[in-house]
């Protein structure tokens, strides 16, 4: 079937052919002649532009404006492809990412924040101070984090309320931040225990100096670092995470709360009680703060290897195959460095979901959380590094109602190993 513009076509021709036979000749070959050139053009066309759809090149907007950005098909050598998070407004930047495109644009991992504006949980922590373990901790029933995990561990303190046992999404509670600990608060053997090591550290050991030999306190270590293995030990070119190391084990902790500013440009906040505080007549008068209150913790292990590349770390726990798959529900309160088993944290109970596994995960997955975290309105820079790992919590501080402690229903006696004393 021909076209309504071919049919147009011909009946020219014809035309043309009835009134002058020699000038229809002449006219014939001029179509042809001008049809061919257009395709021709068009084919050149489509080239061209296939090629630069494939490149990456960085042209500055007029006035100072953003840098814009054409993202790689491949990047340089046929690798994986490169991954750019927004520019900065600085135009002679983006010229000379531009002139160097070939050889550094798969680093090239950009973010600003968005307009300014009114931050609405600025501010809103409300500040508990910490308690004595012994007597507050145990007498009103304040149950600690990080413990112990392993399954069929249970804790030594009683306690009446129960965890959050389903994704926090279906609890109308969304992530405020994101925030990790050198090495792992948390203890699950045989994943992450004192039996891990990492490029600094040997089992038993641990500590490590960060950049300008501060002293960070740090966790349990995974068991995957293998210092013959390059993916644990070639360096990575950070970009924008501050005091990370390949090979090093971290756990990622992500607040959720039901009183976040969910769904809006300051859903993310630094410090985090400002996230999960920000709305706080929703927790009403803070009876229910195990169903209202959550935290996600996941340990990995930092490899140079783009075959363990996810995206999009910022938004939460990784649930993909093993990953995510074998989580325990308790309730806890908030960890980190300034208590121990002596001072205790007075923001309990809350809701942790915590995976027991162990996983490995790309630097460059960890640099592009960074860069996300650098392009909230809320400056997150106080989250850019590892903070330090409280030491684990005695039993009689760890609550007794961990979810799914056996499995399948089967029973498993505590053991010295299982409690990790």
Not at 172 to 182: E, G, I, Q, T
Not at 389 to 401: G, I, M, P, Q, T
Request: glycine share 10%.
């Amino acid at each position: 079937m021909k076209s309504e513009e071919e049919s147009e076509v011909a009946g020219d021709i014809r035309s043309i052919q009835n009134k002058d036979p020699e000038m229809s000749k002449s006219v014939i070959i001029a179509i042809i002649a001008f049809c061919g050139a257009v395709t021709i053009a068009s084919l050149i066309s489509a080239i061209v532009m296939g090629n630069k759809l494939a490149d990456t090149t960085t042209a500055p907007a007029t006035g100072g404006g953003l840098t814009t950005i054409i993202v790689n098909a491949t990047a340089p050598g046929g690798g994986e492809p490169t991954i750019i998070v927004n520019t900065g407004s600085d135009s002679s930047a983006g010229s000379d990412a531009g002139s160097d495109a070939g050889s550094s644009v798969e680093d090239m991992l950009f973010a600003r924040p968005p307009r300014a504006g009114v931050n609405e949980c600025e501010d809103k922590k409300i500040t508990f101070d910490n308690v004595d373990c012994l007597i507050d901790a145990i007498e009103k029933v304040l149950p600690q984090a990080g413990g112990n995990i392993t399954m069929g561990y249970k804790g030594g303190l009683n306690v009446t309320h129960e965890p959050i046992k389903t994704p926090y999404f279906q609890n109308d509670m969304c992530p405020v931040n994101v925030h990790w600990h050198l090495g792992t608060e948390h203890l699950s053997v045989g994943e992450f225990d004192e039996m891990g090591k990492g490029p600094h550290t040997k089992p038993g050991d641990m500590r490590r100096k960060l950049s300008g030999d501060e002293d960070v306190r740090g966790g349990f270590r995974c068991h995957h670092y293998d210092e013959k293995d390059e993916k644990f030990t070639a360096p990575y070119d950070w970009k924008h995470c501050v005091d990370m190391e390949v090979g090093e084990t971290y756990e990622i902790h992500w607040p959720h709360s039901a009183a976040g500013a969910c769904g809006t440009i300051n859903q993310w906040q630094t410090p985090f009680y400002d996230g999960v505080l920000c709305r706080a007549e929703v927790l009403g008068d803070l009876s229910r703060l195990p169903e209202q209150i959550g935290v996600q913790g996941q340990a990995f292990v930092i490899v140079n290897d783009e075959d363990y590349f996810y995206p999009d770390l910022m938004r939460g726990m990784i649930v993909d195959g093993e990953m995510g798959k074998d989580i325990t529900k308790y309730t806890g309160s908030t960890t980190g460095t300034s208590r121990d088993n002596e001072i205790c944290s007075a923001y309990s109970p809350i809701t942790w979901q915590v995976d027991r596994k162990c996983h490995k995960i790309s630097a460059s997955s960890f640099d592009k959380m960074c860069a996300d975290m650098k392009a909230q309105r809320d400056d997150m820079s106080g989250d850019l590094y590892p903070h330090g790992s409280r030491e684990l919590v005695d039993d009689k501080f760890v609550a007794d109602n961990q979810h799914n402690r056996a499995l399948r229903g089967t029973p498993t006696n505590n053991t010295q190993a299982l409690r990790g004393n």
